[in-house]
């Protein structure tokens, strides 16, 4: 008698300190916007893989690319995400900074001149700052991905100067950001989803638009006329993995270390896909007749220059110590 109700009390606190199998769904919904064999669906192709293989099939997650959980609208996935609309996602640092403000940081106009930047901010304290940010806002960071750099495309002509783009229609992400950052170059932005952007591109409803090189290549955005591209890098775009909080407190601590090892593992694969891409994709879209234009020092900084009243008001809502650590790290790396 003794002895079974002693495996009774055992048997009743491993059900409480582990959460029961039971409890784990059949299957997790992963958001993305873009699905393999863009970087950003590598990575995620790759981290369901790592999370199938390392849990023995306990864990199952499913891709749902091209923001159909949210209706295709980007800028809504953190908030399906918060709410468990969504399980878990892999999100661009720029669809989710309406609600995580700190996350604009990437989008700060000529902020990181090369990789290595990038590395210095989501590998260091800037990292670590925005994980919290994400946290704060009711998600579960896991690990970072890589949208890349993103240039600049017309069907118009060459743009080597802010005055070239003057009154150029360029579609750009739901981020007022980006709004900030054209209107001061002189163009004249539009706001819409990836999903509205081909078609117009198509239809010339609107002359150009920004995204990787990668992104460039895969989507065959030479097809819809952008045969000018401006190869200015004035922004990265990191992604983060992220877990629903209610969906993460489900999991045993052994199976959240292995969905967080495993994004991290993921993550780098994406990181590579993207920056790896990079030259060939060039050369491919230079195949396709596309005059890709790389500017001077000189001919850059006419860029920096006409930002940086954007770069100082956007500091404000980003918070100037984050944006301080940021040019430090960047600095120092
Ligand atoms: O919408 C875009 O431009 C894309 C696909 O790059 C993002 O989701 C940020």
């Known amino acids: 008698m003794k002895f079974v ?3 009774t009390c055992a048997a009743l606190a491993a059900l409480i300190a582990t959460p029961a199998l039971a409890d784990y769904k059949k299957e997790y919904k992963v958001s993305t916007v873009l699905p393999a064999p863009f970087p950003w669906g590598v990575a995620a192709e790759k981290w369901v893989e790592l999370v199938k293989e390392r849990t023995d099939g306990r864990i ?14 980007q800028t809504k996935e953190f908030t399906a995400l918060r709410q468990g609309i969504i399980d878990m996602a892999i999100g661009s640092t720029i669809n989710w900074s309406p609600q995580v403000k700190e996350l604009n940081l990437f989008s700060l106009p000529f902020l990181m001149p090369d990789y290595k930047a990038v590395d ?12 919290k940010a994400v946290d704060k806002k009711g998600a ?23 005055a070239d783009l003057k009154g150029l229609k360029i579609r750009v992400v739901g981020s007022p950001l980006y709004q900030d950052i054209f209107t001061a170059l002189g163009a004249n932005p539009t706001q819409m989803s990836w999903a509205d952007a081909k078609p117009a591109l198509t239809t010339k409803a609107v002359d150009g638009q920004e995204n990787p090189m990668t992104v460039y290549k895969i989507a065959k955005i030479h097809t819809v006329s952008q045969m000018y591209m401006t190869r200015w890098s004035y922004v990265n775009d990191p992604l983060l993995f992220a877990v629903n909080k209610r969906v993460w407190k489900s999991f045993s601590e ?38 890709i234009t790389e500017l001077t020092e000189d001919e850059r900084q006419k860029f920096v220059d006409a930002t940086r009243d954007v770069y100082a008001t956007w500091t404000k809502k980003i918070g100037a110590d984050l944006v301080k650590m940021a040019e430090e790290s960047i600095a120092n790396r």
Not at 262 to 285: F, P, Q, T, W
């Open 5 to 7: 109700k002693a495996l």
């Open 60 to 73: 199952n997650l499913k891709i749902y690319s091209g923001s159909q959980l949210v209706s295709g609208d």
């Open 120 to 131: 210095a901010l989501t590998n260091g304290p800037v990292g670590e700052a925005l994980f």
């Open 140 to 162: 579960v960071p896991l690990a970072w991905a890589e949208n890349g750099f993103r240039q600049l495309t017309n069907s118009k002509h060459e743009v080597r100067s802010p």
């Open 254 to 291: 052994e199976d959240q270390a292995i969905l967080k090892q495993a994004a991290i593992d993921a993550g780098k694969v994406g990181i590579e896909a993207s920056r790896g891409g990079d030259e060939a994709a060039a050369k491919e879209i230079i195949g396709h007749g596309v005059t």
